[in-house]
């Protein structure tokens, strides 16, 4: 008999003996308090149409639904070992929870990666390190060019751009008070400036994406009046302008009506309670010279404060084509932050996380390359903005050429991130990327706040030691040549064999054509 013919005959039984039995015995009633709602549940299985496998396998089908819904945790706490997870293995979850905890976060019996598989890469150390108590242990970056005013001293390692309403009302507030404590600065992510990045006075670096949220008329279009107010809010040290971000380039934001309530909209200028989808371009300018003219008018109105653009490479010609429009208009970013195709924080479609964007460290050492050719990196700092866990993550993308990086998803699991990856649900079970009170509730922001902090200045210092141990004393110290790479098993490539360094000046002078990272 087929299981449904038997749930069948079974719930007959059920129902008979218990009316037979009944006049008797009024206690067993109490078995259809247990079997009345399986019976219930089972007989909707076989009339609904939606699950092939709740109409064949009635009560028990649903077995399948509930395994497959604990399946990530099953996998997180049971299966994976500690090099497997994905995106964030948990060798690297652990090692930002105990420096947001700071407990010990030393090793024992060796490291757990197989140094010999492709792909392991190492940085070389010296036998003359240089004593760490002599360095600097809070390096800072000075960005803004030649028409900037208002120039910033940027730590090392900021906050990476993360909106209110993506993000809990408490988890924004740990953020901006660790980095008040830490001394760093916090991203506000394109969903505009929120009371809450304002709260305990933390650096802000204000990202203007193309929903211009906080800066836009009713039409969504570029409003200067609402611009000039919020980018001269004395927290506000940068203005980031995003052309495109590494979780999803070339598509547009996404704000599910369920996290968009009354206070984000007010915040971002839209209606309320409704699903709003950021354009996947700007509607300011439409090619390289108009965006520079942009950036211009950007940095006019914030009375000369740091302003600089974000983007994830694709068409590299295009990057080209910005850097030989500002030699022709003279209008220089004070900084370009560089994003990369792996992802990030923002809910995007599979095939954009997956397939489109060049990645990181690729596309970093091209922009840099680039700006090199173009005689402009002395102008211009370079952020790095990707998956940085840990200081030898900070270490390799200096070495390729940035000036300082920013990170995500690091500072979500320092803030109380599991990586439960529910993030575009509203669910998040931890309070930090939902707009669900009683979830949010879970988040202390004293606590949070100095986790964030702590794993700030423990990995700062942790990168001053990898200094040290290399013999240079400043970050511009490192260089690509003390980055390797094993490519096969018997062969090793420093960066500067992988990504070889462009000579200052060799696009100006034509002696000299960048290759495509791709053939």
Same mark, same amino acid.
């Given at each position: 008999m087929k299981p449904r013919g038997i749930f069948v005959l079974l719930s007959i039984i059920v129902v008979g003996v218990v009316v037979?039995?009944?006049?008797?015995?009024?206690?067993?009633?109490?078995?259809?308090?247990?079997?009345?709602?399986?019976?219930?549940?089972?007989?909707?299985?076989?009339i609904q149409k939606g699950h092939s496998i709740r109409r064949n396998f009635p009560v028990i089908g649903n077995i399948r639904y509930l395994l497959e819904s604990i399946r990530p945790e099953i996998m997180q706490y049971f299966v994976e070992n500690d090099t497997d997870g994905r995106p964030i293995n948990r060798l690297d979850r652990s090692l930002i929870y105990q420096r947001a905890k700071k407990v010990n976060d030393t090793a024992p019996f060796g490291t757990q990666l197989n140094v010999y598989d492709i792909g392991y890469e190492w940085m070389d150390h010296s036998i003359y390190a240089k004593n760490r108590k002599e360095i600097d242990h809070d390096p800072r970056v000075m960005i803004g060019g030649p028409d900037c005013k208002q120039p910033y001293a940027a730590s090392l390692m900021n906050i990476s751009a993360m909106s209110f309403g993506s993000l809990s009302m408490n988890a924004v507030l740990a953020m901006n008070k660790g980095a008040k404590i830490g001394g760093f600065a916090q991203n506000t992510g394109e969903g505009g400036i929120s009371p809450y990045h304002l709260q305990y006075g933390g650096d802000l670096i204000w990202q203007v994406g193309t929903g211009y949220f906080g800066c836009r008329d009713k039409k969504g279009n570029f409003n200067p009046v609402t611009y000039k107010e919020n980018a001269n809010i004395p927290n506000v040290k940068m203005i980031e302008l995003k052309i495109s971000q590494g979780a999803k380039p070339g598509h547009g934001g996404l704000l599910p009506a369920s996290k968009n309530t009354e206070e984000i909209a007010a915040i971002r200028h839209i209606d309320p309670h409704t699903t709003v989808h950021s354009p996947n371009t700007h509607s300011a300018f439409t090619n390289a010279t108009e965006l520079l003219y942009f950036i211009k008018e950007?940095?006019?109105?914030?009375?000369g404060k740091p302003v600089g653009f974000k983007m994830c490479i694709g068409k590299q010609i295009?990057?080209?084509?910005i850097c030989e429009a500002m030699i022709e208009t003279g209008i220089k970013p004070d900084f370009i932050t560089i994003d990369g195709g792996e992802g990030g924080t923002g809910a995007a479609p599979v095939e954009f996380s997956n397939s489109i964007g060049i990645p990181l460290r690729d596309g970093l050492a091209y922009a840099v390359n680039t700006l090199r050719g173009y005689d402009l990196k002395k102008d211009i700092s370079v952020v790095a903005s990707g998956k940085v866990f840990s200081s030898f993550d900070i270490a390799r993308l200096i070495a390729i050429g940035a000036d300082t990086v920013s990170c995500a998803r690091a500072m979500m699991l320092a803030t109380g991130c599991i990586q439960a990856l529910l993030c575009h649900k509203n669910t998040c079970p931890v309070g930090v990327a939902t707009q669900d009170k009683s979830l949010m509730r879970g988040l202390d922001v004293e606590d949070k706040s100095q986790r964030v902090a702590n794993f700030h200045s423990q990995t700062v #210092? @942790?990168? /001053?030691?990898?200094?040290?141990?290399?013999?240079?004393?400043?970050?511009?110290?490192?260089?690509?040549?003390?980055?390797?790479?094993?490519?096969?098993?018997?062969?090793?490539?420093? #960066? @500067?064999? /992988?990504?070889?360094l462009t000579e200052v000046g060799a696009l100006l002078k034509k002696e000299e054509i960048l290759e495509p990272i791709h053939s």
């Open positions: 037979a039995v009944f006049p008797f015995w009024n206690n067993v009633i109490w078995f259809m308090v247990l079997f009345g709602p399986l019976i219930v549940i089972g007989y909707f299985d076989m950007l940095r006019d109105l914030s009375n295009e990057f080209t084509d #210092y @942790s990168f /001053i030691e990898l200094m040290a141990a290399s013999g240079v004393t400043t970050p511009q110290g490192l260089r690509r040549v003390h980055i390797n790479r094993r490519v096969e098993m018997d062969k090793i490539k420093k #960066y @500067s064999e /992988i990504y070889p």
